[in-house]
């Protein structure tokens, strides 16, 4: 059981750090219930796991844009460092990103898709597994993580990058499409949305990003020791969340360009085939579910 004082500033930091997520018009409900409900019993299960033998833990945090995997994160690593006094990084797939002029190179050899961020393709795969092998190695030396400016869409220079000087128990690896399986090329040919009919004609690029999740991506994924999934009430759900989520880059980026809700609407189709059918796949087979209500809270779990 906790000592009281644990479990005073356990909350107590809890409740201050929701505070500074929230925005104007959309604060976050039931935060002590959705702690002892959800939160605590996940960390538990990290926390028992670690235990076993001690060894680091990968833990893979997947959701659907805009489902609050970085606020999510964060809550996880303050509960496992307060309570359980473990140390713990986390970082975003987001942040490993190709340079633009990367993505406007595979843009040009590809499909022109590739330029947006974000699908399997777009990311610095060696890039991951070489910062997933220093933090695990025996003889530990700082690594830095970098990091991705969305307001730019490109990487910040390496100076900004997080520092890790501490060798951690715990990595929170976050990201939309963490975990994420590849269809079977039969399942490809159909068109899901207006984005993939228009402008992937010819499946270029259903099939580069089909193979990269075959290959690169499975590599990295297979590091994971336990994947937690935030399963989306819909899709319609992602977009009215992923606005949100520009009005919090927009007051944290000090006015620095935003998308637009219609810039929004098409920048979703990108992820919406791999988001669709990790709800087909993840909802049995991650460690954990979590399930999302239309409010943005959580009203279930399942460990699997």
Known sequence: MLKYSSTNVVEKKYLRFLSTQEIRGKPFHDKIGQLNKFYLPVCEKIYKDYKKNKKIKIIGLAGGQGAGKSTISQVLKLILEIKYNLTVVCFSIDDFYKTSSERISLGRKVNKL????????????????????????????????????????????????????????????????????????????????????????????????????????KKIFSKINMLIFLKVPSFDCVYEWRLLQEKKLQLSSRGKKIMSPSQVREFIMYYERITMQMIKDLSNKAHAVLYLDKQHRFNKIRFN
């Open 114 to 217: 590739f330029k947006i961020r974000g699908v399997p393709g777009t990311h610095d795969t060696n890039l991951i597994k070489k910062i997933f092998i220093n933090l695990t190695n025996f003889f530990f030396k700082s690594v830095f993580v970098p990091r991705f400016d969305k307001s730019k869409d490109d990487r910040f220079p390496k100076k900004y990058w997080q520092k890790i000087k501490q060798q951690p128990n715990i990595i929170i690896f976050e990201g939309w499409c963490v975990g994420a399986r590849p269809q079977k090329n039969k399942d490809l040919l159909k068109p899901i949305n207006i984005l993939e009919k228009k402008k992937d004609q010819d499946l270029k690029w259903r099939l580069r990003v089909n193979t990269e999740l075959k290959n690169a991506y």
